[in-house]
């Protein structure tokens, strides 16, 4: 089993930065890639960025590359996702997730219950 919290979200001004936090417990955890995803209000829940259990694959949605960087922290059960120009198209639930696999997909084994990120224009 492995268990997901996000944390980090809130309210930004257009062109500022946001910093999420996925911290994970599991013994599995380790070995797992990680996701971060995102669902606005009317639309379908959309990839974001994925890292390789090592960090040395990552992925990013054209909508945020140059934009967003994943990343994972010191230690071993935790990502960042640091967020950075931030548009008002940005705003949506965010949500962490893990597979084994590192994809684009939204087929992810393991999910977060996301946190809030809202960008005013």
């Known amino acids: 089993q492995v268990q997901l919290v996000e944390s980090g979200g809130g309210l930004v001004q257009a062109g500022g930065s946001l910093r999420l936090s996925c911290a994970a417990s599991g013994r599995s955890f380790g070995y797992y890639a990680m996701g971060w995803f995102r669902q606005a209000p009317g639309k379908e829940r959309e990839f974001v960025a994925a890292i390789s259990w090592s960090g040395g694959s990552t992925y990013y949605a054209d909508s945020v590359k140059g934009r967003f960087t994943i990343s994972r922290g010191n230690a071993k059960n935790t990502v960042h996702l640091q967020m950075n120009s931030l548009k008002p198209d940005d705003t949506a639930v965010y949500y962490c997730?893990?597979?084994?696999?590192?994809?684009?997909?939204?087929?992810?084994?393991?999910w977060g219950q996301g946190t809030q990120v809202t960008v005013s224009s």
């Open positions: 997730a893990s597979d084994p696999l590192i994809s684009r997909s939204n087929r992810y084994q393991y």
